[in-house]
């Protein structure tokens, strides 16, 4: 059974930090990519962040660039998001999710929004939430 566990979340002050983890169980960590996503209050599931862990390629939505890591341990089917500097707006519940390789998005690098579209993803986890307070 496929499943995708993340925690991490809690309230901080503006200017603060978290790190989220996806534990994932079920597949190969080398066939995925693993993509992380928040919803916000009122607002649409965005896509911010992703990584292929066989490679260790990595992405990132303007939003967070320059503030949040991306990283795998392969070892422990594990996937992390480091965020710094958050910010009020960060505030969202954060979801991981697992995207095939096998897929024409990842085989053919189409890169971009594509990779942070919800529907190149095939299996979610349960949400985390993160509050930011100003």
């Known amino acids: 059974e496929v499943q995708l566990q993340a925690s991490g979340g809690g309230l901080v002050q503006n200017g603060g930090s978290l790190r989220l983890s996806c534990v994932a169980s079920g597949f190969s960590f080398d066939d995925y990519a693993i993509g992380w996503f928040r919803q916000a209050p009122g607002k649409a599931r965005a896509g911010i962040s992703c990584?292929?862990?066989?490679?260790?390629?990595?992405y990132y939505a303007d939003s967070v660039k320059g503030r949040f890591t991306i990283s795998s341990d392969n070892a422990k089917n594990t996937v992390y998001l480091q965020m710094n500097s958050l910010k009020p707006e960060d505030t969202a519940v954060y979801y991981c999710a697992a995207a095939e390789l096998s897929s024409s998005v990842w085989k053919e690098n189409y890169g971009g929004s594509y990779y942070f579209s919800s529907d190149e993803y095939d299996y979610w986890g349960q949400g985390t939430q993160v509050t930011v307070s100003s």
């Open positions: 990584i292929r862990p066989i490679d260790s390629s990595t």
